[in-house]
């Protein structure tokens, strides 16, 4: 945890210095739930997201989150804004996408592009250049690309999830 404690602390100086630069609001993203990404879910056969990773998360995000209410307090107009991946994404993968505007994802936790074995990821080529992965057959209807990255059709659900924030900050 004292890993979480420094790099939070290093945001905060980095926030202070971009808006010192004259950005009059400065949004930073929380952390997407990462015991979700397949690479975490992959041992419960995409069933499940990891608690343990995600009570890092959830610490990394709660400092962040003291942290720009604090650069706020110390500053005028509230410069700073949080974007909650966190609950944006949590939101998109508990509907499974079934919200107005979004895809909905049958199998939210798991990708749509895979390595055909462990020894593989999504993108493999062996040494004759065969590749070593499989695309699902509905890429726009995956939340994940691959084991770490959402799909187009993901981030357009996080970004509906996220709109009404963005709007906010007009």
């Known amino acids: 945890m004292l890993f979480i404690t420094r790099v939070v602390n290093q945001l905060t100086v980095n926030l202070k210095r971009v808006h010192c630069l004259g950005v009059s609001k400065v949004a930073v993203t929380a952390l997407q739930p990462l015991g979700c990404l397949p690479r975490s879910t992959i041992v419960n056969a995409f069933q499940q997201c990891n ?46 996408g079934e919200f107005p505007g979004s895809v909905t994802f049958d199998t939210p936790l ?7 074995s462990s020894d593989y ?3 493999s080529i062996n040494e004759n250049g065969k590749k070593m ?7 726009g209807g995956a939340f994940f690309w691959d084991m770490v990255h959402p799909s187009q059709a993901g981030w357009r659900a996080v970004y509906l999830a996220l709109k009404s924030t963005l709007d906010k900050m007009n």
Do not use: I, W
């Open 110 to 116: 798991k990708p749509c592009c895979m390595g055909v």
């Open 51 to 96: 608690a343990t990773e995600n009570t890092a998360v959830d610490f990394h995000n709660s400092l962040l989150q003291q942290a720009v209410a604090k650069l706020n307090n110390e500053s005028r107009g509230s410069p700073f804004v949080t974007l909650d991946l966190y609950s944006s994404f949590n939101k998109v993968l508990k509907s499974k």
């Open 133 to 139: 992965y499989a695309v699902c057959d509905n890429p």
């Open 121 to 123: 990821y999504c993108g």
